[in-house]
């Protein structure tokens, strides 16, 4: 089938601690999204990537990393710098540049023990 | 000013009823708005979009824009209590590439 799987569902992290979430798509898309939720709240967009190799920051980057080695990946690492990390995240893709009809994978839920 | 704005809610209404669900946004470039869905803990679904000023019809759901005004709005008709959940309106601003940026959502609840 096709879609988006993000990779674990769930995740505890220690304080200190690098974490990775994982994001594959089949849908061809080129462009694929990160977005953190926050109980109660909307979504805020933490990086992009419109093509292979290249991706930007969006309105809360920092203490996050990403890479774009293949079409299909979009690999979140959530690093010790980002202090509050507790949320929902939730990885995106769209078919073109242009943003239309952007789908969401099942999203991570992140802990911090 | 935050981009995007929706009242958290939650709006209560009885199963039959129409829902009404308000988005206001600031940037006059803004290009496309997009209705999502969200139940609790589960990730966003889009319900529609608009481009046009107007009405967009999809089933019960009907969408409307006023670009003047700087409102886009979601009818729910015959509403369910399926249809509770937390209503996300996203708004792709003209010069911010593909971005969507999001309203913090209205929680929609549906009374039998």
């Known amino acids: 089938d096709g879609g988006i799987t993000q990779s674990p569902k769930y995740l505890f992290r220690k304080e200190g601690q690098n974490v990775t979430l994982s994001c594959e798509q089949n849908l061809n898309h080129d462009a694929m999204y990160w977005y953190r939720q926050d109980p109660g709240q909307g979504l805020r967009l933490i990086y992009y990537?419109?093509?292979?190799?290249?991706?930007q920051k969006g309105d809360i980057a920092e203490g996050y990393s990403v890479s774009r080695e293949k079409k299909e990946s979009f690999p979140l690492t959530v690093t010790s710098a980002q202090k509050n990390p507790t949320a929902f995240y939730l990885c995106?893709?769209?078919?073109?540049?242009?943003?239309?009809?952007?789908?969401f994978g099942e999203g991570s839920w992140l802990t911090v023990v | 000013q935050k981009e995007v704005e929706q009242n958290s809610g939650p709006l209560s209404v009885p199963e039959g009823a129409i829902a009404s669900l308000n988005c206001t946004y600031s940037?006059?470039?803004?290009?496309?708005f997009f209705w999502y869905r969200q139940y609790s803990g589960k990730s966003p679904e889009l319900i529609m979009f608009?481009?046009?000023?107007g009405d967009k019809e999809d089933g019960r759901f009907t969408a409307q824009l006023n670009k003047a005004s700087q409102y886009v709005s979601l009818l729910i008709r015959d509403s369910q209590p399926s249809d509770s959940a937390t209503y996300l309106c996203a708004v792709k601003v003209g010069n911010a590439g593909n971005m969507l940026t999001f309203g913090g959502g209205t929680r929609l609840m549906v009374k039998p």
């Open positions: 990537s419109q093509i292979v190799n290249d991706f």
């Open positions: 940037d006059r470039g803004s290009q496309s």
């Open positions: 995106a893709s769209s078919a073109d540049h242009s943003g239309n009809t952007i789908y």
């Open positions: 608009i481009y046009s000023n």
